[in-house]
């Protein structure tokens, strides 16, 4: 990706649109992608994510079993209603 964006940094490709379309198309891989079936699945989602991420300059910080028993859990319900 590093080529990618360095050839999108100059100016005389401004205007190429296969690159543009391949510096989308690199964007969308490399994005989080949520199969939710409710806004509160997503929410949800996202909340652990970033529990998981930790700090902006902290190491990530991974769930211990029953933490990620609970996120699971907490899926469900959201996407069953409960």
């Known amino acids: 990706m590093t080529d990618l964006v360095s050839r999108l940094r100059d100016p005389s490709h401004c205007n190429d649109f296969y690159l543009q379309r391949q510096a989308a198309n690199e964007i969308e891989r490399l994005s989080a ?3 939710a079936m409710s806004p509160e699945q997503e929410r949800l989602a996202i909340e652990f994510c ?3 991420a930790g700090q ?3 190491k ?3 769930p211990d079993p029953v933490r990620l028993l609970e996120m ?3 899926l469900y319900r ?3 209603g409960r």
């Open 56 to 58: 902006k300059g902290e």
């Open 50 to 52: 970033m529990e998981i």
């Open 72 to 74: 699971a859990e907490a």
């Open 78 to 80: 959201a996407e069953v």
């Open 33 to 35: 992608k949520f199969d």
């Open 60 to 62: 990530p910080n991974p």
